[in-house]
Structure formats: structure tokens, C-alpha cells
């Protein structure tokens, strides 16, 4: 209803005043200056402060992003070293198992071989005992059966001394 009141007043002036227009335009000046300091110059402040803590949280964040591409990286070359170190290790505790198997079989058969030797020399050495057992016997034997033989008692010296000879006299002829 205003606004039609309004239109009728306009209507009933038929010209146009000059000093109410720039009356007018005077106070939208005023009214802008005032705006524009007073609430479009904060708003702005806060605009471009948002503005700028939005850019730097987008740099923060891409910063962010780059070092944790970065630790990526680093983590999984970290990784595959590790894993060569690791086959490294395996493959080195391997041959090394495999040097300490030779050197136990060889020792083992080392020691079996000193085995092997040691037995054959006390077979021998036995073997001799025995043999020398056994002449002593038959020494002692023969020097019996021949005292008996001939009815005298020879003496032990004797007897040896017969025997050796008789033993080198069988050596001879085999």
C-alpha cells in the first residue's frame, strides 16, 4: 500500500528534483563509505584471512603428502634391502652349515680312519703277543718232550737257545 501512495506522489510532480536526487545520492555514498568500512572491510579481512589459512593448511597438507610419499619410498626400499640382508644372511648361514657339515663328516672320517689304524696295529701287536705266546709254548713244549725224550733235563738258557735255532731254521726253509 505504501508503494502505491508512493507512485501517485511521484505521478503528481511532473518534474523531476534535482536536490532530492542528489540528496539521495549523497546518503547512498555516505551509506557505501560507511559499509564498506565498517562491515564490507572486516568481512573482507576475514575473507582473505580464511583465504590465506585455507591456502596455507592446502600447502600444510600437500607438504604433508609429499613426506609421506617421501617416508613411503624410503620405507619400502628399507624393505627390500632388508629382505636382500635377509636372503644374504640365509644363504651365507647356509654355505656356512654346509662348510661346518664337510668338516664334520671329514673330521668324523678322519677320526674313523685313526680308528681304523689304531685297530690294525693293535691286531698286530696282538697277533705278535700271540705268536710269541704261542712259540714260548711250543718252545717250552718241545724242551719237555726232548728232555723227556732224552732223559735229561736241559736248562732254560739251552732250551731258548735250541729254539731260535730251530725257529730260524724253519724260517729259512719256508
Known amino acids: 500500500m505504501l508503494n502505491g501512495s508512493l ?3 511521484a505521478e503528481a510532480g511532473h518534474g523531476v528534483a534535482w536536490g532530492d536526487v ?3 545520492l549523497l546518503i547512498f555514498v555516505i551509506l557505501l ?12 579481512g576475514i575473507m582473505k584471512q580464511r583465504e590465506n589459512h585455507i ?12 613426506e609421506a610419499m617421501k617416508l613411503v619410498e624410503e620405507q619400502k626400499q628399507e624393505l627390500v634391502a632388508a629382505r636382500t640382508e635377509a636372503r644374504e644372511l640365509l644363504e651365507k ?3 656356512q652349515a654346509d662348510v ?3 668338516e664334520i663328516v671329514a673330521a668324523a672320517k678322519a677320526e674313523a680312519e685313526n ?8 691286531i698286530i701287536r696282538e697277533k705278535e703277543l700271540a705268536v710269541q705266546s704261542v712259540q714260548q709254548q711250543v718252545a717250552s ?5 726232548a728232555s723227556k725224550v732224552l732223559e735229561k733235563e736241559v736248562k732254560s738258557e739251552d732250551a731258548s737257545a735250541i729254539f731260535d735255532q730251530y725257529l730260524k731254521e724253519v724260517g729259512e726253509a719256508k
Open 22 to 24: 542528489v540528496y539521495q
Open 141 to 145: 713244549l718241545s724242551v719237555l718232550i
Open 7 to 9: 507512485f501517485v506522489l
Open 55 to 66: 591456502a596455507n593448511q592446502l600447502d600444510s597438507a600437500e607438504k604433508s603428502n609429499a
Open 115 to 122: 680308528m681304523k689304524e689304531s685297530a690294525k696295529r693293535e
Open 93 to 95: 648361514a647356509r654355505k
Open 100 to 102: 661346518q657339515r664337510e
Open 33 to 44: 563509505a560507511l559499509l564498506k568500512k565498517y562491515a564490507l572491510g572486516p568481512v573482507m
